[in-house]
Every structure is written in C-alpha cells, then in structure tokens.
C-alpha cells in the first residue's frame, strides 16, 4: 500500500496535476506519524501508511501557509474525506481545486480510535483515486451509530450538569481543539473578540464553560467525528461526547449526517418554509 500512494503522488507531482501533497511521515518514533508536505517528485519515499496515520490532514486546506503550496493532493481516510465534503459544502474549496488520494482504512491508533469501532466508511465515500482494496461500507442503525453515548444517556439531567462542570473546569483554553479543527475555519475567532467580549478569555469556571458549549455548537450539524478535538486536548476532556451528541440530536431533528453525500442540503443554512418551527416564517 505504502509503495501504490507513493507511485500515485509521484504521477501527480511529476504530471504537474497537483503542486504538493499532504501526506504522512515517519515519526520521532514507530508508533508515531507526522504530516508531509511533498512538493518534489524524488521526495515521494518520504510518504508512510500506517495504523498511526491518525491526524485528519484536511486541517491543512484551510491554513494559508499551505495554501500557498499550491493546488494540493489530500491523503484521506475515509472518516477524514467527510470532511472535505463539508468543505466543499460550506464553500471553502472548490471540488476542483483538491485532488483526493483515498486510503481504505481498517482503523487506527494504540488502542483502536473510539471511531473505528463504529467505522461505516472503512472506503472514503468522496475520491478521484483510491489506493488500497474497496472493501464495501457497512450501513449502521442509527443506534449502533451512537452506541457510545449509551452510558452518557443515562445519566440524569443533574448528573449531566456536574459531569460536565467537571471537565470544563479542567479546561485551560489553549485552544488546541480548535486550532486542530478542520471545520473551524473563521479568520477571527468568537474567543478572540473583545468588542464585545462574548466569552471571558481566562480560564476559570464559567468562561471555560462558555467556551467549550460554543465551540460544540459551531460545529452542530457540521462535526464529522474525527475525533482531533479530544485527541489534542491536553486536559482530557471528553470532546467527543459532547460532539457526538449535537451530532445525534442534528440527525434526529434533520435527517442529515454531514459528509456523507455531497449532495445533500446542509443542515444548518438550508432555508426550508414547511420547517415544523414557527421561526422561519
Ligand atoms: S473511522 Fe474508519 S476510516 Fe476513519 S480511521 Fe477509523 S476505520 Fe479508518
Ligand atoms: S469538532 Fe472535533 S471531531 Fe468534530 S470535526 Fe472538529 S476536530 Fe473533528
Ligand atoms: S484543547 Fe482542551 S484544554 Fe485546550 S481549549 Fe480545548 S477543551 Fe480547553
């Protein structure tokens, strides 16, 4: 597989059809990987395919210092290729302007990544070529799809509150999820303004908790569960359940899962008038 993705990205480099590629690396150790930015053909061999390919590298298409690389070719796996669907979606990139190099993918990270359990794109459902061998997408039941919220749905309401007091408190607004966010895209912030200041910047209870429920409803009806969020966060806060909550409520309430078909209607900026909700009208 290693040997396919390299051959593939040095077609492209040498053919002049991408610019440079996103890729991994080899790490600082084996069970480590990096992301590659490859501009030259001779650096292919610099490419790796492993278990520890965990980053989702469509972080990069919306950061300036790799946009000016050039017209990109993005090594995703499936979970990762969802999210250039919402990209291309929510008008950041054009379908033109990204070549996408899929990987099938069996899992990854030490231990198996939380997602993989519930992997239903084991082949990205978004590509112009796919390295490694098509192996049919299994359709989840809606419960199987959010079967690791079970044992959060069973706390009571007071018990939800002081989890999550809990690990908000923790919180020490670095920013990290953000920052490794492939669908936080703003110029500026809501964190960074201060006329008027929406969200106190320190890190103290109720800031912290202003934060962390903004940042999870930014990304409502957008978050396709990659899970970078909660694997950068140096305080170990359960991002993920959070996310994966919005995310089920937004399938309940909308029948939509972001990044699955690029020709679904968005979620939240599709203006419908027979919307159930006296807003609208
Ligand atoms: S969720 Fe699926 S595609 Fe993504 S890393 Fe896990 S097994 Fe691979
Ligand atoms: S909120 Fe977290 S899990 Fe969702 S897309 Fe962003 S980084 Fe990925
Ligand atoms: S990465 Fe964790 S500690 Fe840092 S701002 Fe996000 S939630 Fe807070």
């Not at 919306?62 to 070719?73: F, H, I, N």
């Not at 978004?126 to 044992?151: H, M, Q, T």
């Not at 492939?182 to 809501?190: A, E, H, N, T």
């Not at 170990?236 to 078909?261: C, Q, S, T, V, W």
Request: aromatic content about 10%; glycine content about 4%; overall charge neutral.
């Amino acid at each position: 597989m290693i040997e396919a993705l390299r051959k593939k990205a040095e077609e492209l480099l040498r053919s002049n059809t991408v610019n440079v590629v996103f890729g991994y690396g080899e790490g600082s150790t084996p069970e480590r990987t990096r992301p590659v930015f490859i501009t030259k053909p001779e650096d292919v061999n610099k490419l790796t395919w492993n278990q520890y390919c965990v980053y989702n590298l469509t972080t990069y298409l919306k950061r300036q210092e790799t946009r000016k690389l050039g017209k990109p070719a993005i090594i995703v796996k499936g979970c990762d290729a969802k999210t250039v669907i919402v990209l291309i979606k929510e008008s950041q990139i054009k379908r033109e302007d990204v070549y996408i190099l899929g990987v099938t993918c069996q899992g990854v990270g030490e231990p198996l990544a939380v997602k993989c359990k519930a992997c239903d794109v084991h082949t990205p459902r978004i590509y112009d070529d796919l390295v490694g061998e098509k192996v049919e997408n299994k359709e989840l039941s809606f419960d199987e799809r959010y079967a690791e919220l079970d044992e959060y749905e069973k706390m009571s309401e007071k018990g939800k509150w002081e989890f999550w007091q809990k690990q908000f408190e923790k919180c020490i607004k670095c920013y990290a999820c953000s920052n490794i966010c492939p669908l936080c895209f703003c110029d500026r912030c809501i964190v960074e303004k201060n006329q008027p200041q929406w969200i106190d910047p320190s890190a103290h209870a109720r800031g912290n908790l202003s934060w962390n429920v903004t940042r999870a409803y930014h990304l409502a009806g957008r978050c396709i569960n990659c899970e970078e969020c909660q694997r950068v966060c140096p305080a170990d806060i359960p991002l993920n359940l959070l996310n994966k909550k919005l995310a089920k409520e937004a399938e309940k309430n909308f029948n939509y899962r972001p990044g699955y078909n690029i020709d679904d209607e968005l979620a939240m900026s599709t203006y419908n008038a027979k919307d159930n909700q006296d807003f609208v009208k």
